[in-house]
Each structure stands twice: as structure tokens, then as C-alpha cells.
Nanobody
Framework: VQLLASGGGLVQAGGSLRLSCAASGINFRIHTMGWYRQAPGEQRELVGNISSGGSANYADSVKGRFTISRDNARRRVYLQMNSLKPEDTAVYYC?????????WGQGTQVTVSS
């Protein structure tokens, strides 16, 4: 299983970024895909996830600002982040659980300046 996240960067508060995660080694269309983030000195936390059927759930902290989508044909999951805040600064990881085991991408850094 390989998950390659991209799209991070430096953005001013109020700006937007779109993260992408390309998956291989799994039957992508049947899996729930997740996005997590980890800020310095903090535990990794769930940002949200999207089911195989396309239903998405979000952490309260990002509801109304972030949107998760997926493209099964391209085996990609996306995280559209709008109205970014300095507290959104973190390394963002995509995730999948396969046969009871979690797999993680390498992470992509998002930095939001005030």
C-alpha cells in the first residue's frame, strides 16, 4: 500500500489549499479514506474521512471550511481547505485501513501565516 500526499505549502490566513493523495496497492473504490493532521507537539487528529460511497464526515474544527472528495477512477482523495486559519498549521496525512491495519502517507506540510 502506498499513499502519496501533495499540495501543501505556505498560505496566508483566509486563503485556500487543495491537498491530493494518490493511492496504490489497494482496491481503492471499496475503502474509506481519511485525512489526519498533526501539529508540532500535538497528537495526530482526524480531519475527516470519506466513505466508499462518497459520504464525508468532518471534525468540528473544520466543518464548513474543508471538503473531502474522491475520484475512484484516478484513485485519489482530495482535501479542499478554505478560510484557512493559523491553527490549521500541521502536517497533513492521508490514511486507509486495510485488513485492520492502518496505512499512512508521508504527509504534506501546511503552514498558515497570520
Amino acid at each position: 500500500v502506498q499513499l502519496l500526499a501533495s499540495g501543501g505549502g505556505l498560505v496566508q490566513a483566509g486563503g485556500s489549499l487543495r491537498l491530493s493523495c494518490a493511492a496504490s496497492g489497494i482496491n481503492f473504490r471499496i475503502h474509506t479514506m481519511g485525512w489526519y493532521r498533526q501539529a508540532p507537539g500535538e497528537q495526530r487528529e482526524l480531519v475527516g474521512n470519506i466513505s466508499s460511497g462518497g459520504s464525508a464526515n468532518y471534525a468540528d474544527s473544520v466543518k464548513g471550511r474543508f471538503t473531502i472528495s474522491r475520484d475512484n477512477a484516478r484513485r485519489r482523495v482530495y482535501l479542499q481547505m478554505n478560510s484557512l486559519k493559523p491553527e490549521d498549521t500541521a502536517v497533513y496525512y492521508c490514511n486507509v485501513v486495510r485488513a485492520g491495519r492502518p496505512f499512512w502517507g508521508q504527509g504534506t506540510q501546511v503552514t498558515v501565516s497570520s
